[in-house]
C-alpha cells in the first residue's frame, strides 16, 4: 500500500509539473510571437525609411555640388578685390610719400624765407601749387590705371566663372 501511495504521489506531481510547464511554455511562446510580430514590423519600417534616406543622401549630394560650383565661382572675385585692395594700398603709399615730401618743401621753404626776412612772393607759391597739382595727377592716373587692369582681371574672372550659354 505505501508503493501504491508513493506511485500515487509521483503521479500527482508529474501532473502538476507537465501543468506548469505547459503553462510556461505557451507564455514563452506568447512572447516569441511578440517578438516575430515587432521584428516584421521593424522591418518594414526600414524598408520604408531606406528610400527616404536614398533621397535625402541624394538632395544633400545636389546641395554639395551646387555650394562647391558656387565657391569656385567666387574665388576669382576675391582674387581680384584682393588686387584691388593691393593696387589702392600702393597709390596711397605713393600719395602719402608725395605729401610727405611738399609738406617738406614748403617747411624748408618758409625756414628759408623766415630766416631771410623776406616775404614769399606769389609767383613761388603759385609754383609750387602747380608742382603740387602736377604731383597729385600724376597719382590719380596711376591709381586709374591700376584700377582699369584689376577691373580687366575681374572681368575676365568672370567670364571664366560664367560658361558661355
Do not use: C, F
Not at 13 to 39: D, F, G, H, P, W
Not at 75 to 83: E, G, I, N, Q
Request: aromatic share 4%; charged share 20%; hydrophobic share 45%.
Amino acid at each position: 500500500m505505501i508503493i501504491e501511495i508513493s506511485v500515487l504521489i509521483v503521479a500527482i506531481a508529474i501532473v502538476v509539473l507537465v501543468v506548469y510547464l505547459v503553462q510556461t511554455l505557451r507564455k514563452a511562446q506568447q512572447s516569441i510571437q511578440t517578438a516575430n510580430e515587432t521584428l516584421a514590423e521593424t522591418k518594414e519600417l526600414i524598408q520604408t525609411s531606406k528610400g527616404d534616406i536614398d533621397q535625402l543622401m541624394t538632395g544633400v549630394n545636389t546641395l554639395i555640388e551646387q555650394l562647391n560650383h558656387q565657391v569656385s565661382a567666387v574665388d576669382p572675385l576675391m582674387s581680384s578685390v584682393r588686387t584691388v585692395g593691393t593696387a589702392v594700398n600702393e597709390v596711397t603709399e605713393a600719395a602719402k610719400e608725395a605729401s610727405a615730401a611738399w609738406a617738406g618743401s614748403l617747411k624748408e621753404r618758409a625756414a628759408t624765407n623766415a630766416q631771410a626776412n623776406q616775404l614769399p612772393n606769389w609767383l613761388t607759391w603759385v609754383e609750387t601749387g602747380v608742382k603740387a597739382y602736377q604731383a597729385i595727377n600724376k597719382l590719380v592716373q596711376a591709381g586709374k590705371q591700376r584700377q582699369g587692369a584689376a577691373a580687366g582681371q575681374e572681368a575676365a574672372s568672370e567670364r571664366v566663372a560664367s560658361p558661355k550659354q
